[in-house]
């Protein structure tokens, strides 16, 4: 079966300091990955997808970048944080066949900027 | 521009009673249309989804009514229970599309 794992799950890091959150999916070829933010009480915003190896769409301009290495590992990242970066941050992955077939979030990080 | 409008952004309902969500669509190329339950710390988990060749799916106590000339598709929880305190998110999309679209998020509390 397949499931996604996300790391750390919380983290609190000081203003102007980098950023590397890290998702993985096991149990599935060629996912499509999303990388999601939801801030305290808030709906679900989503930063950037990949449909394959080192294709990345952002959907918002932001502070953020985002990197799939490998086939199923997608990394979030930030070289100087912002106090506005704090949230809720979700990996979410589908099959290559599209979200109508299957759309599964990870944990989740719980990010301080302090 | 919102692809998915969901309302109400709070509900509180007593234990035993019917939370209705609801949530409106403007693509009419979508043919997918999950809802997401969403506890504290956690992430959303897949409730019950639907497709737009039926007008409702029922799972358990969960209904989704949908209501293709309208573009509108609603979660009715009967004999809601204090565990289904939960935030609720509908979503869209086109099946063989690269994303969701999300509504904003229902925060539901029942009342024992």
């Known amino acids: 079966s397949q499931t996604i794992h996300q790391w750390p799950a919380t983290l609190v890091q000081p203003v102007g300091s980098p950023l590397s959150l890290e998702c993985t999916v096991e149990g599935t070829s060629n996912p499509n990955l999303y990388w999601y933010r939801q801030a305290a009480g808030r709906g679900l915003q989503l930063l950037f997808y990949?449909?394959?190896?080192?294709?990345i769409s952002s959907e918002v301009p932001q502070n953020l970048s985002a990197s799939r290495p490998q086939d199923r590992q997608f990394i979030l990242s930030s070289k100087k944080l912002l106090l506005s970066d704090s949230g809720f941050y979700l990996c979410a992955w589908s099959g290559d066949r599209g979200p109508g077939y299957g759309y599964t979030f990870g944990s989740g990080t719980r990010l301080t900027v302090v | 521009q919102q692809q998915v409008k969901q309302s109400p952004q709070s509900l509180i309902v007593q234990k035993g009673g019917i939370s209705i969500i609801n949530c409106a669509y403007e693509?009419?190329?979508?043919?997918?249309f999950p809802w997401y339950q969403q506890f504290p710390g956690k992430g959303p988990a897949l409730l019950i989804a639907?497709?737009?060749?039926?007008s409702e799916k029922k799972e358990g106590r969960f209904t989704i009514s949908f209501n293709k000339s309208a573009k509108q598709f609603s979660l009715h929880i009967m004999d809601s229970q204090p565990g289904d305190s939960a935030t609720y998110f509908c979503a869209a999309s086109r099946r063989t599309g690269n994303q969701f679209y999300f509504g904003t998020g229902t925060s539901l509390t029942v009342i024992p």
């Open positions: 693509n009419t190329a979508f043919d997918y």
């Open positions: 990949s449909v394959g190896i080192g294709q």
């Open positions: 639907i497709r737009p060749d039926v």
